[in-house]
């Protein structure tokens, strides 16, 4: 059994309710925030839906967190949803992981030797 609460990796607390991230990856760029909830909210409450967006862009990424505030209908969206089309595109759900923390890209490489020395 799955222990919900807290200490689970894919909850986050806001506004005092714990809520259930969940992935949604290969979505389709003609996906709708209306589109993703309509397909999870057939299973139960949805919080937020937020498309993540290229920053140089502004075009979407092609993938989606969902919220839902109800841990058991969260499991229940995830299995039913994953592999089903949403905007005419099979996609891939599960659980959100958190957030890493990586080291920053770019910036590096140092100079130049520069010629031989005498």
Do not use: C
């Amino acid at each position: 059994m799955v222990s919900y609460g807290p200490q689970n990796h894919s909850y986050f607390k806001y506004k005092g309710w714990f809520m259930t991230s969940i992935y949604v990856g290969n979505l389709s760029f003609d996906a709708t925030e209306e589109d993703i909830r309509q397909a999870f909210a057939a299973y139960g409450a949805v919080s937020a839906v937020n498309i993540i967006m290229d920053r140089e862009t502004g075009r979407p990424r092609g993938f989606a967190f969902v919220d839902m505030p109800d841990g058991a209908e969260a499991k229940e969206a995830i299995e039913k949803v994953n592999l089903s089309e949403i905007a005419g595109r099979s996609v891939s759900v599960n659980e959100a992981r958190p957030k890493t923390d990586r080291p920053r890209r770019g910036g590096g490489g140092g100079g130049g030797g520069g010629g031989r020395r005498r």
